[in-house]
């Protein structure tokens, strides 16, 4: 409840990045286990045929009918992951459903793809607020309130958050996000 009273408080007027960062600040927890209880120490898997999972985007981390995203809590408050518990993030210069990340960038930050369905579970998540992107080469980019989703290639272990803040632009997203969007967790 903490994070809606003080996201009330500060109105519904900040910008993303602030929100990011708000979000990111919420929490003075460092417990590695998800937001629904579950626990994500699994070693990320690879994805896809001679990829590491550091650089690799695809959905093959998930070898279910669906890609499962989840969340986790720390000391940077709670934030998605993948379902291997590697932490996605947000582009505050990508344009609403729109990556502006191709080329030197995406190998930076893999955008996550999927050919699945993508649902969410875990605490004050929105599991309407999921969709899919089609970026310039065809892949589908999973987003969450309308925002593209990335990897960061310097995060190596599950609940890794190297990536936030990077540039002034690249922050973790949380479920908090989707309030901006007028969901309610």
Known sequence: MLHRTSLRTLGLGLSLAALATFSAACSSSSDDSSADGSTTSAAPKPAGSGS??????????????????????????????????????????????????????????????????????????????????????????????????YYYKGDSAPNEIKGQGVDGKWFLIGPIANIMNGSKP
């Open 52 to 149: 590491t999972a550091a650089s690799a985007a695809p959905d093959s981390a998930d070898s279910g009918s669906k890609l499962v995203l989840k969340t986790a809590k720390g000391s940077a408050g709670i934030w998605l992951t993948d379902p291997a518990g590697r932490t996605l993030y947000l582009n505050t210069k990508d344009k609403k459903t729109a990556s502006n990340c191709y080329d030197k960038c995406a190998k930076e930050w893999p955008p996550l793809t999927t050919t699945k369905p993508v649902t969410v579970t875990g605490k004050y998540t929105v599991p309407s607020s999921v969709g899919t992107i089609t970026r310039t080469d065809g892949a589908k980019q999973v987003t969450y309130g309308g925002h593209p989703l």
